[in-house]
């Protein structure tokens, strides 16, 4: 991995004429620093997957509850009207 970002820093430098330097310290540092970034992204969007699947559960059940008033409001609709 480390041969192949130099070889892009060198094509980078011969399309934007701008110097990259990679030692192998640095490489090592910014792939650790990578990893740690991606597995903090990968509990955030597991943490946001479950807050999301808990607000379709609580809107599964609101529906539910919905329906049974509603069904239990259009009985009883009647006798109201007539009282």
């Known amino acids: ?8 820093a060198k094509r ?4 934007h004429a701008h110097i990259l330097y990679f030692t192998p310290v640095f490489f090592i540092r910014t792939f650790r620093t990578f990893t740690r ?17 808990k607000g379709l559960e609580k809107l599964k059940v609101t529906m539910k509850e919905v329906k049974y008033y509603s069904s239990k409001l259009r009985e009883k609709t009647p006798v109201m009207q007539e009282k």
């Open 37 to 53: 970034l991606l597995e903090e992204r990968k509990l955030n969007v597991v943490e946001i997957q479950n807050r999301y699947n």
């Open 12 to 15: 980078y430098h011969e399309e």
């Open 1 to 8: 991995m480390y041969q192949a970002t130099n070889t892009m």
